[in-house]
């Protein structure tokens, strides 16, 4: 049945077939607004193709799909102004400063002009950057680009942020003070749909979703699927069931 109403994302029956390869197979799923939802799987498993769907950046074969009550087939343009997608690679310009990469977004954005010194200011104060705002951007480390990346994903107030390995390759301190943050923006309305493959992450989710060859394994919270996987096992957590879902078809 298709629903939307309280639901930030809707998607009922969504498949992606490249040629005769099914690269996601028919998932159906909802994420609440203002919930922080993690989509976990290893690779090749079809979160990016699932999110590039989301996104509007491919259509689907077959299914149904909202995002922030836009049509996934027919409203693509529409999905991308309501939403925010930092990637796992990093794309802002290297060779560009904190405070130009800022500007140049804000134009992609089409954030109105007037508004651009006070977004500008929210984002460095935001990401603590304001005292390397004119430095090259390539010569901050890893997790200052990190946060500028989350920094620009937000000029536009989004309703949606999609945030794809937010973490992978920084510091454990880092790793703590972007979850803090995330958990902030969720607090304030903001629906954040997250993958990681870093599993004490994904417990700072309400809801996740595992997927595996295309296919929906098991949903819940992670309190939930470990309960359901291991019942009579105190000890485990979602590394266990992340194992053993995820190894269970090459046995």
Known sequence: MIRSGSEAIYVEDLKKRFGRFVAVDKITFSVKRGEIFGFLGPNGAGKSTTIRMLCGIITPTSGYGRVAGHDIFSDAEEIKHSIGYMSQKFSLYEDMTPFENIRFYLGIYNVPF???????????????????????????????????ALGCALLHRPEILFLDEPTSGVDPI???????????????????????????????????IMINEGRIVATGSPS????????????????DVFIHLMSRKER
């Not at 651009?116 to 200011?121: A, F, L, S």
């Not at 972007?178 to 309400?206: K, P, S």
């Not at 939930?224 to 485990?236: G, K, S, Y």
């Open 114 to 148: 007037k508004q651009w010194e006070d977004r500008i200011e929210w984002v460095l104060d935001m990401t603590r950057l304001q005292d390397v705002r004119y430095r090259i951007t390539r010569e901050l480390p890893p997790g200052w680009r990190q946060r500028l």
């Open 224 to 239: 939930e699927i470990i309960c359901t996987m291991f019942p009579e096992r105190p000890d485990a957590d979602l590394n």
């Open 174 to 208: 880092t790793r703590q003070n972007f979850w803090e943050f995330i958990n902030h923006l969720a607090q304030d309305g903001m629906t954040v749909f997250v993958t990681t493959h870093y599993m004490d992450e994904a417990r700072n989710c309400q809801k996740i």
